[in-house]
């Protein structure tokens, strides 16, 4: 396959990447309101540890890239909640 074919491969794989963290970012602020709403604390410290460990479960990436990447997005989620 040409080089050109793979990065045009490439680009909409990075499109769909940066759809589903804007998606992830509108959920994420979702659930901030309902957060102000209850009177609760932004950070879940619980849930984050969840995210973090079923998503490095289930990888064949290596594991401390995607803990450090997601450790990021949801850094990134929780200052937009």
Do not use: H, Q, W
């Amino acid at each position: 396959m040409p080089i050109e074919e793979l990065r045009g491969k490439i680009d909409r794989v990075d499109s769909k990447i940066v759809k589903l963290l804007e998606e992830r970012v509108e959920l994420a602020g979702k659930i901030g309101v309902a957060k102000r709403r209850r009177g609760l604390p932004v950070a879940d410290p619980e849930r984050e540890r969840e995210v973090l460990i079923r998503v490095t479960e289930k990888t064949s990436l290596n594991k401390g890239f995607v803990r450090k990447l997601f450790e990021y997005i949801i850094g990134y989620c929780r200052e937009n909640e």
